[in-house]
């Protein structure tokens, strides 16, 4: 739920950074030499690309929440029994023996959203966040069909 909250702020943080460079973009253009114009399009342009951008990754977690529902109403979520350091963070060692099981898993059976899912998981774990995010885009994709 803290996280929930925190993308939350975080995107109405955003989405009024945005409201006022698009308006400051406005102010621009309103100014009317062909230096300004071109600046305040400029500005126009990073509203609309930040938007995209928030609105892409805010679908994206939808989804994802959506299938770690679905995966867990099947009794089917990683349980999270990595040992951990004294500070908290997962064991890289532990993430890296879950790890090496949810690969196989998955190259055991590539067309199953659920490998895809725990694989997703297991790259977290491991701090890989890059190819935890392409490995749950994976997942969505074959859920989706």
């Keep these: 739920m803290r996280a929930k909250i925190t993308y939350a702020v975080a995107a109405l943080a955003l989405i009024a950074y945005f409201i006022l460079a698009g308006s400051r973009g406005v102010m621009l253009i309103k100014v009317g030499t062909p230096?300004?114009?071109?600046?305040?399009?400029?500005?126009?342009?990073?509203?609309?690309v930040g938007?995209?951008?928030?609105?892409?990754?805010?679908?994206?977690?939808?989804?994802?929440?959506?299938?770690?529902?679905?995966?867990?109403a099947e009794g089917g979520l990683p349980v999270d029994d990595l040992k951990r350091t004294p500070s908290g963070r997962i064991d890289r060692d532990a993430a890296d023996a879950a790890f090496a099981?949810?690969?196989?898993?998955?190259?055991?059976?590539?067309?199953?959203?659920?490998?895809w899912f725990r694989l997703a998981v297991a790259y977290h774990d491991a701090r890989d966040t890059a190819r935890a995010r392409k490995a749950m885009q994976r997942a969505i994709q074959l859920h989706d069909g």
């Design 35 to 48: 230096l300004t114009v071109a600046l305040g399009a400029a500005v126009l342009v990073l509203p609309l």
């Design 101 to 115: 099981r949810r690969k196989a898993e998955t190259e055991a059976a590539p067309e199953d959203w659920r490998a």
């Design 51 to 72: 938007l995209w951008f928030l609105w892409a990754n805010t679908r994206f977690a939808q989804r994802a929440n959506a299938l770690a529902a679905e995966l867990d």
